[in-house]
């Protein structure tokens, strides 16, 4: 998307500080190039599924969407684990270091038979990250290979 474009859609939302806007993106690196141009009506968000890379899309890899999140300076942050893949440990730590206010959480609604993992663990996922954000988790499920 041509920067001016960006640039005219942070206009609209400067001039409406009573209104909140949510951004979300699979290409947070992008963030980087505007923040002088964001308000507090922002909420920032990336599409991070997993810590490990499947090489499902040609989006950036998990890693590099983390990365860019970690170091985006924005006290309004948001996290979407939709559609959850199977993750390490360390992916927790992840969310921790880019400091979200909400996570929005969810399985595969498309039977594309990703590589999910158990519901059990997602649910410990929950869990862990109740603590340090707003969790909304939705159409959690056994994992399509569960049944």
Known sequence: MPKEWINKVLDVVGSKPD????????????????????????????????????KLTKAPTPRERYEAMRDLKWKHKAIVIEPILDFDPEFTDWMKEIS???????????????????????????????????????????????T
């Open 100 to 146: 979200p206010e909400i996570i929005y959480l969810g399985y595969d609604n498309y039977d594309n038979r990703l590589q999910e993992p158990e519901m059990s663990k997602a649910e410990r996922l929950v869990d862990e990250l109740c603590g340090m954000a707003d969790v909304r988790a939705k159409a959690l499920r056994k994992a399509w290979y569960e």
């Open 19 to 54: 209104s909140k806007f949510l951004f979300l993106t699979k290409n947070p690196k992008r963030y980087h190039e505007f923040q002088e141009g964001f308000t507090g009506n922002m909420m920032l968000g990336a599409t991070i599924e997993t810590n490990r890379d499947y």
